[in-house]
């Protein structure tokens, strides 16, 4: 608009759209139905759609348009290889991705969806290989938030057919939970056509929980609020673990990595930061960065707490993983990783 620096404009009622300048995208806080509309339409239009979902923010793209797609790699700066999981509104689209669905991912799919949890199912012969890295499977999600339905709901009545949505972080870096740590991550990437849908913090905390479904049994690849007793009391057996099998970025050793150095088991020094149950008391000296009541608690504030650790310019943060088995194995999987970077 000529001027220069920052432009703020707040619009009535509970809708606040902040618009930096005329490079940037909009954040939308809670965004209305119409607000919602339009950001379908941009993801139509091939443009790029931070959302909120239960488990973390995902950066949307169209899954069928391959200039969109490869502008999700470019912003996070991911390897093209590693695939994305598409998100539908609904169990009902999932033909249109997936082929030879097997009875016990049907049950997994009718009573997890909407939730936090992927499935890996061989593809279609339309999934195009900018989806899946190469592989002839596909990973796809059902998300449990009002704004990433209604997003998706918006989206398939204009004729799309599932949005590709990674975390919306850097490649290796930790999962953005608010949409304040999505712009922190990504924002600069981001072009005025783009947008940031504001839906407040998710309230799962860590990322879906992804079974692959190509064999047999479920196996699962990576640990989420969908448990492995979840999944066993539904359908019996499963193997826990086979990261040989499938690549996926989040099933690299080292990720979801802070700027600080991660430890954990042991208690903290003088001027590092300290990540534990409440139940625990913070070591004299120690940057208490969370106090979680309980594991529900510290999965969901984990990746807070972690940028929180950042923002101070720490350069050790220790963590105390909880015990357990369920969600504290989600984040015991997550601190180790994070301790690995
Ligand atoms: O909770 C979540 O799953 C979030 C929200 C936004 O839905 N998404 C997410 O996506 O965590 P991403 O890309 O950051 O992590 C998904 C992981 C990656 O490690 C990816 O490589 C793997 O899943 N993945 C996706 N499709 C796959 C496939 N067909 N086979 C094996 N792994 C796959
Ligand atoms: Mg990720």
């Given at each position: 608009?000529?001027?220069?620096?920052?432009?703020?404009?707040?619009?009535?009622?509970?809708?606040?759209?902040?618009?930096?300048?005329?490079?940037?995208?909009?954040?939308?806080?809670?965004?209305?139905?119409?607000?919602?509309?339009?950001?379908?339409?941009?993801?139509?239009?091939?443009?790029?759609?931070?959302?909120?979902?239960?488990?973390?923010?995902?950066?949307?793209?169209?899954?069928?348009?391959?200039?969109?797609?490869?502008?999700?790699?470019?912003?996070?700066?991911?390897?093209?290889?590693?695939?994305?999981?598409?998100?539908?509104?609904?169990?009902?689209?999932?033909?249109?991705?997936?082929?030879?669905?097997?009875?016990?991912?049907?049950?997994?799919?009718?009573?997890?969806?909407?939730?936090?949890?992927?499935?890996?199912?061989k593809r279609n012969q339309s999934v195009q290989n900018f989806i899946t890295g190469g592989q002839d499977?596909?990973?796809?999600?059902?998300?449990?938030?009002?704004?990433?339905?209604?997003?998706?709901?918006?989206?398939?009545?204009?004729?799309?057919?599932?949005?590709?949505?990674?975390?919306?972080?850097?490649?290796?870096?930790?999962?953005?939970?608010?949409?304040?740590?999505?712009?922190?991550?990504?924002?600069?990437?981001?072009?005025?056509?783009?947008?940031?849908?504001?839906?407040?913090?998710?309230?799962?905390?860590?990322?879906?929980?992804?079974?692959?479904?190509?064999?047999?049994?479920?196996?699962?690849?990576?640990?989420?609020?969908?448990?492995?007793?979840?999944?066993?009391?539904?359908?019996?057996?499963?193997?826990?673990?086979?990261?040989?099998?499938?690549?996926?970025?989040?099933?690299?050793?080292?990720?979801?990595?802070?700027?600080?150095?991660?430890?954990?088991?042991?208690?903290?020094?003088?001027?590092?930061?300290?990540?534990?149950?409440?139940?625990?008391?913070?070591?004299?000296?120690?940057?208490?960065?969370?106090?979680?009541?309980?594991?529900?608690?510290?999965?969901?504030?984990?990746?807070?707490?972690?940028?929180?650790?950042?923002?101070?310019?720490?350069?050790?943060?220790?963590?105390?993983?909880?015990?357990?088995?369920?969600?504290?194995?989600?984040?015991?999987?997550?601190?180790?990783?994070?301790?690995?970077g």
């Amino acid at each position: 608009m000529g001027t220069s620096g920052r432009r703020v404009s707040v619009k009535e009622g509970r809708s606040k759209l902040v618009k930096w300048d005329d490079l940037r995208m909009e954040i939308i806080f809670n965004p209305r139905q119409n607000e919602i509309k339009m950001a379908a339409k941009a993801l139509k239009d091939g443009h790029l759609v931070a959302f909120p979902t239960e488990t973390v923010y995902g950066l949307g793209a169209d899954a069928t348009n391959i200039k969109a797609v490869s502008r999700v790699y470019s912003v996070k700066d991911r390897p093209t290889d590693h695939p994305l999981i598409v998100h539908i509104s609904s169990i009902n689209l999932l033909q249109k991705w997936a082929l030879d669905i097997p009875e016990y991912a049907i049950k997994l799919a009718k009573v997890f969806w909407p939730g936090p949890m992927t499935l890996i199912l061989k593809r279609n012969q339309s999934v195009q290989n900018f989806i899946t890295g190469g592989q002839d499977n596909v990973g796809v999600r059902v998300p449990a938030h009002p704004i990433a339905l209604g997003l998706l709901s918006e989206f398939e009545n204009m004729g799309g057919e599932g949005i590709a949505a990674p975390s919306a972080n850097r490649f290796r870096a930790i999962s953005p939970t608010t949409a304040k740590a999505v712009d922190i991550e990504i924002g600069a990437f981001l072009k005025s056509e783009d947008f940031i849908l504001d839906g407040g913090q998710s309230s799962v905390g860590v990322e879906s929980t992804i079974i692959d479904c190509t064999e047999s049994v479920p196996v699962i690849l990576r640990p989420g609020a969908v448990t492995s007793e979840m999944i066993e009391n539904l359908v019996g057996k499963f193997l826990v673990l086979n990261i040989n099998k499938i690549k996926a970025s989040g099933l690299l050793e080292s990720h979801y990595s802070p700027k600080a150095k991660v430890e954990i088991g042991r208690l903290a020094n003088p001027g590092e930061g300290f990540l534990a149950l409440a139940e625990i008391p913070t070591p004299k000296g120690a940057i208490r960065l969370a106090a979680p009541v309980n594991i529900e608690k510290y999965a969901k504030d984990l990746y807070i707490a972690l940028r929180f650790g950042d923002q101070q310019g720490l350069d050790t943060i220790v963590a105390i993983p909880p015990e357990g088995f369920g969600l504290a194995e989600a984040i015991r999987d997550r601190l180790t990783k994070a301790s690995a970077g």
